[in-house]
């Protein structure tokens, strides 16, 4: 079964100031990894993913995220934080459980984390 | 291309009635899975279907299901509603040839008194 962890549940930063949330996973076979970002009382939007493509992964809106195998971990980082940016951000793991290519299983998600910025 | 589409988009029921919601994916896409997300649980995995066929399940009781149509839409029903079902149920497409790659819809947000 695979797993994901988010340290920190909120992080605070300053408006222009690097964004860093840290995302780890544990997987038994190599997996799919996402990060989708939530505003208040919207449903979940994609960020940017992983598929066995290129390590660094790069998304919307200025974010990309590195994929360490080594380190099990996923970290999303952008270099200058703007207010837009302030939601609710959370890492997923997904696992092919269907050679017959009806499914990519399920979509399990870290707990969230709340990025705050300040201006 | 349209989103995926949910309704209705807010619901207020009591414990013990049922209730039923719709998602209608993106075109073209044939795979449909739905989660429910709540503050003290976070996002946890109901189902997903696949031409009609559900694909996976999660581990929610019983109470919960699902069903796919042939034009792709799916609709989940919860019936003897409890207080702890109060939450926001989100609706995800994926063409699965495309990738895996799920899209999100707005949710429907239940609230039950």
């Known amino acids: 079964a695979q797993s994901v962890t988010q340290l920190g549940s909120h992080v605070s930063v300053s408006e222009g100031a690097l964004v860093l949330l840290r995302c780890n996973y544990s997987?038994?076979?190599?997996?799919?990894l996402f990060w989708y970002v939530q505003y208040p009382n919207q449903g979940l939007q994609l960020l940017l993913k992983?598929?066995?493509?290129?390590?660094l992964v790069k998304g919307i809106n200025g974010f990309e995220a590195e994929f360490k195998k080594s380190e099990t971990s996923f970290h999303l980082t952008k270099p200058s934080a703007h207010m837009s940016d302030a939601a609710e951000y959370f890492c997923?793991?997904?696992?092919?459980?269907?050679?017959?290519?009806?499914?990519?299983?399920?979509?399990?998600f870290g707990q969230g984390t709340i990025l705050t910025v300040h201006p | 291309k349209a989103g995926v589409t949910q309704t209705p988009r807010y619901l207020i029921k009591t414990r013990g009635q049922q209730v039923t919601l719709s998602c209608s994916p993106i075109?073209?896409?044939?795979?449909v899975s739905w989660y429910q997300q709540t503050p003290g649980q976070g996002l946890q995995f109901l189902f997903e279907?696949?031409?009609?066929?559900?694909?996976n399940k999660g581990n929610f009781p019983g109470r919960f299901s699902g069903r796919q149509f042939s034009n792709s839409r799916s609709e989940m029903n919860v019936s003897t509603l409890e207080l702890g079902d109060s939450a926001l149920y989100l609706c995800?497409?994926?063409?699965?040839?495309?990738?895996?790659?799920?899209?999100f819809g707005p949710g429907t947000r239940l609230l039950v008194l």
């Open positions: 075109s073209g896409h044939r795979s």
């Open positions: 992983y598929t066995s493509a290129a390590t």
């Open positions: 995800a497409s994926s063409s699965l040839a495309g990738g895996p790659y799920r899209y």
């Open positions: 997923a793991v997904s696992v092919s459980n269907d050679a017959g290519g009806t499914s990519y299983g399920k979509l399990t």
């Open positions: 279907y696949f031409s009609e066929t559900q694909r």
């Open positions: 997987s038994s076979v190599p997996p799919y």
